[in-house]
């Protein structure tokens, strides 16, 4: 009985060592006698006890490595506490497994090393502005020494830069005067444009009064030239109904000349008023002006007077 159960024993830990499950995202290193035999895969996997041995595992999933703060020095020699973290991944369990006897600590010496020599050739100021770059140096190189290590270095990340105390006020003082300068700037900006707008109104309210006047001149003119037309039409309408009246007079006077006795009465009538015109010179002053030939009033008087008496 005693026999059968350590035969039993000896056939359990025999069959667990000869079935090994392998989790997903894992690699296991399998030593035979000593040397590299074989990689594990995820899965059910046959060994031989005693024989062969698993020396290493290794996951596969995305490894998040977290880099110790370090300081270093920029190009215009100002420390700088710099620390970040880093993100790789196994690719070759062989050479993960005998390239090195520790890649996580090579990892991590390399990134510090290497972010070191970075920031030394930048100056501070940029090291703010150019976090990508650093982040995307630090990757290549990283990666370009990894491979032989059987790593993947996929990104690394700076989580923070940190300067000196007295850095960090005269930055903040910076940034202080540069904004009260973007301040100043901004009103100089507004005051400027208050300028140009009050200019423009200006410009633009001269062009509209000037327009205006010139539009007033135009309608005044305009006013003045409808005006002189409508008074020469007048003056002409009237110097034409003077002219037909003087031209019907004068038919009138011919048509009566014509007439018996017209003659007659016309002279009768230039008699009388050629002697109410000496009388009328006699009445307004005291020069008496004659005909040079005086038989002349009293032809027009014997005129005068026979017209009459034939009418009579």
């Not at 970040?84 to 690719?91: A, D, E, K, R």
């Not at 973007?182 to 000037?210: D, P």
């Not at 008496?288 to 008496?309: C, H, K, Q, R």
Request: include cysteine; charged fraction near 20%.
């Amino acid at each position: 009985m005693p026999f059968a159960l350590a035969l039993f024993v000896i056939a359990v830990i025999f069959v667990a060592r000869t079935f090994r499950i392998v989790p997903q995202q894992e690699a296991w290193i399998v030593q035979r006698m000593g040397r590299f035999h074989s990689v594990l895969q995820p899965g059910l996997n046959f060994v031989i006890p005693f024989v062969d041995a698993v020396a290493y595992k290794h996951t596969l999933k995305e490894i998040p490595l977290d880099v110790p703060s370090q300081v270093c020095i920029t190009r215009d020699n100002t420390q700088l506490t710099v620390d970040g973290i880093l993100y790789f991944q196994v690719t070759d369990p062989k050479l993960a497994s005998y390239g090195s006897s520790n890649y996580v600590m090579a990892i991590s010496q390399l990134a510090q090393t290497t972010l070191r020599s970075v920031i030394g050739k930048l100056e501070l100021d940029r090291t703010f502005e150019e976090r990508d770059d650093i982040n995307r140096a630090v990757v290549l190189a990283l990666d370009e020494a990894a491979t032989s290590w059987g790593v993947k270095v996929l990104r690394y990340e700076i989580k923070d830069l940190t300067p000196p105390k007295e850095i960090l006020h005269a930055m903040q003082q910076q940034i202080t005067a540069e904004r009260e300068k973007r301040g100043r700037i901004a009103q100089s900006e507004g005051v400027r444009q208050e300028q140009i707008n009050l200019s423009e109104g200006q410009r633009t309210a001269a062009i509209q009064k000037s327009e205006g006047d010139m539009r007033a001149q135009i309608n005044q003119s305009e006013g003045e030239r409808q005006a002189r037309i409508n008074r020469a039409q007048g003056e002409a309408e009237a110097l034409r109904l003077v002219a037909a009246a003087t031209a019907d007079a004068v038919k009138a006077v011919g048509d009566a000349v014509r007439s018996p006795g017209g003659l007659e009465a016309m002279n009768l009538k230039v008699a009388e008023q050629y002697i109410a015109a000496f009388a009328n010179i006699a009445k307004q002053g005291n020069t008496i002006l004659l005909p040079a030939n005086a038989g002349d009033v009293a032809s027009l008087v014997a005129t005068a007077t026979t017209i009459i008496g034939k009418k009579s």
